[in-house]
């Protein structure tokens, strides 16, 4: 069984940077992807961003060239790093992890971006 606790949300003006951290109460070798959603006031759950066991990524459309992940499987943890931010980027993120059997989620931060 593997925890996900998300931090490093907050409030910043557009133009600013945040970093996401998803840390793993296990280990998040097993986890074969991680990924990042976002769900913005009265919107849908949105894939954000994409992270293989082996480092491959991919991004939306959306955050392509501001937003990037990264996973330290020593420490647990994943990460997302977002610069550039716009006021559109606010949502409540939430980290992400698949196995072969087994799909988790964290409880989400907030993130707001302020014009």
């Known amino acids: 069984q593997v925890q996900l606790v998300e931090s490093g949300g907050g409030l910043v003006q557009a133009g600013g940077s945040l970093r996401l951290s998803c840390a793993a109460s296990g280990s998040i070798f097993s986890l074969d992807v991680m990924a990042w959603y976002r769900q913005a006031p009265g919107k849908q759950r949105d894939w954000v961003t994409t992270?293989?066991?082996?480092?491959?990524?991919a991004y939306a459309d959306s955050v392509k060239g501001r937003f990037t992940i990264s996973r330290d499987n020593a420490k647990n943890t994943m990460y997302l790093q977002m610069n550039s931010l716009k006021p559109e980027d606010t949502a409540v993120y939430y980290c992400n992890g698949r196995g072969s059997l087994n799909n988790y989620w964290g409880q989400g931060t907030q993130v707001t971006v302020s014009s």
């Open positions: 992270i293989t066991k082996g480092g491959s990524t």
